[in-house]
């Protein structure tokens, strides 16, 4: 009985040593998790691998412009874009070298964190700018950076200190904006702005995740990565593209 077991025994043992070596313990509520080198690797790499293409597609967007609203969109998005994934790649990259320079690396964490408020921003700057909206609404365009600066003091002040209230506060700058549609007339674009968010929404899964599943910042990075490329192809394609371009008077 026991000679019949233990192959099986044996063989889930190793999976799990297989399985484990690439992740840590998870880290108590007030430390910081700590990523195997296999995890620091791939946090580096899913961020790093688009920050030429995020780089072209801004000035893409930015050749394809065709008046002075389109080139300042374009330059705030690209830029928002381009910086959210070199910041982040900066960041784990300093994270994995360790350092003895550990007020560096947390500085770079702090600046990794406030991107996501100017990147979420940034993101909804062409929409805002370049669609017709009621006349709530487009206060929306100046309202989207009032909540980046907010978010920004906040992770300045309170860093790493209420982890539960700087989720709500991402989730509630992604979300908040996007009652302009109420008032949109033009509404093209609306689905791949949903599946997109839907992307970073399932990312969080993965952001709260590191100790639980093995490489789970990454997969978190890849997830950021899918809805940014989703919601620039609705910006191109909507907002960019000659046959769909608005024709907005209210600009
Ligand atoms: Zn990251």
């Keep these: 009985m026991v000679s019949m077991k233990f192959p099986t025994e044996k063989m889930s043992s190793e999976s799990s040593f297989l399985f484990f070596r690439f992740m840590n313990n998870r880290a108590p509520s007030n430390k910081r998790y700590q990523p195997t080198e296999y995890e620091h690797a791939a946090n580096c790499a899913t961020h790093a691998l688009w920050i030429i293409p995020s780089i072209v597609g801004g000035i893409l ?10 080139e300042i969109s374009a330059w705030l998005y ?14 784990h990259t300093i994270s994995w070298k360790k350092s003895h320079l550990r007020s560096v690396e947390n500085c770079f964490h ?31 365009r100046w309202v989207v950076w009032v909540m980046a600066s907010g978010g920004t003091a906040y992770v300045f002040f309170f860093h790493e200190r ?14 908040f904006p996007a009652l302009v549609i109420l008032s949109m007339a033009d509404r093209s674009g609306l689905c791949e702005l949903l599946v997109g968010g839907g992307c970073y929404v399932l990312g969080i899964v993965f952001f ?8 789970a910042h990454a997969i978190w990075h890849l997830f ?12 191109w394609k909507y907002l960019y593209t000659p046959v769909n371009q608005p024709t907005s008077t209210a600009r």
Excluded: Q
Aim: glycine share 8%; proline share 3%.
């Design 61 to 70: 967007l930015y050749l394809l412009s065709d008046d002075h609203w389109e």
């Design 78 to 91: 690209g830029a928002g874009l381009s910086s959210l994934f070199i910041i982040s790649t900066v960041f």
């Design 110 to 140: 702090m600046c990794d964190r406030m991107v996501i408020y100017f990147f979420i921003a940034a993101s909804y700057t062409p929409w805002l700018t370049l669609r017709d909206l009621g006349p709530w609404a487009a206060n929306m």
């Design 162 to 175: 209420f982890k539960a209230v700087e989720l709500i506060c991402y989730v509630a700058m992604g979300v």
């Design 208 to 215: 709260k995740s590191d100790g639980i599943v093995p490489f």
């Design 224 to 235: 950021v990565a899918m809805g940014a490329g989703i919601h620039y192809y609705a910006i």
